[in-house]
């Protein structure tokens, strides 16, 4: 196994971690983690709730991609 496929394999299972923790933050119909997490927030810093979602979001994306990248790479150097 080549320090490359090492290093692409870390990265990939990190990214799915990332993806797993990034879609359970998010909030749903019953604002799940993500409502108790930025409930304090809100509380403290008067933010609007609306912005972290659209955030978590934007990141859940980029993190899919990234996903989805390394899952291709990795199949390639089989």
């Known amino acids: 196994m080549g ?6 394999t870390v990265l990939h ?9 990034t879609v359970i933050l ?3 119909k019953s604002a799940g983690l993500s409502g108790a997490i ?9 933010g609007k709730k609306k912005g972290l979602d659209e955030l ?8 899919a991609i990234l996903f989805a990248a390394t899952a291709l790479l990795l199949v390639i150097w089989e």
């Open 38 to 46: 930025a409930g304090g927030a809100e509380t403290l810093f008067g």
């Open 56 to 63: 978590l979001s934007k990141v859940t994306v980029g993190v």
């Open 13 to 21: 299972v990190l990214c799915a971690i990332a993806l797993i923790a």
């Open 26 to 28: 998010q909030s749903g």
């Open 3 to 8: 320090v490359v496929k090492i290093i692409f």
